[in-house]
């Protein structure tokens, strides 16, 4: 048991550090569990490692979960904002909350490898061609008529899970 835990235990009054939850993969600070997130109460397990703060604890303790932080706290995990396979969709798509801009897929899980480029991550789907490899892209298509030209922008099944 660290000093801190055995003086917090024996007066009461909580360490304020932060300590790893590894089965919910979020790092909990040592404060009483109503004051809300980050706070878990006391930890239990009194050969825990304490951290000063939650970042340390998340790099070192739950270093697989790259969302630790957002999720200790209790927000949405935000993602890298890189390119990576989105297997429900057959896609390369950000690393974002869906809907939050213009190409995310969901924020990706932290075994799914990253990609920095577009190109990158569709090379790992070369079986996809190119021109819809991209999650949420829209294609263009022209039709002309002896009397007018019409162009119209459709959106590709971007939100349409592949199932085989």
């Not at 007066?11 to 009483?32: E, H, I, K, L, W």
């Not at 304490?50 to 070192?60: D, V």
């Not at 190109?119 to 070369?126: M, N, P, V």
Request: charged share 15%; glycine share 10%; with cysteine.
């Amino acid at each position: 048991m660290s000093n801190e835990l055995c003086v917090s235990r024996s007066t009461g009054v909580p360490t304020n550090m932060f300590y790893a939850d590894q089965t919910a993969s979020v790092c909990r600070q040592d404060c009483p569990a109503g004051n809300g997130l980050p706070c878990g109460g006391s930890p239990t397990d009194l050969s825990l490692t304490l951290f000063s703060s939650l970042e340390s604890c998340c790099a070192t303790k739950i270093p697989w979960e790259p969302s630790c932080v957002d999720k200790s706290n209790g927000d949405e995990p935000q993602g890298t904002g890189k390119y990576y396979v989105n297997w429900t969709y057959g896609k390369c798509a950000l690393d974002c909350p869906e809907g939050s801009a213009a190409g995310c897929g969901g924020v990706a899980n932290s075994w799914d490898a990253k990609y920095g480029t577009q190109a990158a991550c569709c090379s790992a789907i070369s079986w996809v061609p190119d021109s819809k490899c991209v999650y949420g892209t829209t294609t263009t298509t022209t039709t002309t008529s002896s009397s007018a030209t019409t162009t119209g922008a459709t959106t590709t099944a971007a939100n349409t899970p592949v199932t085989t």
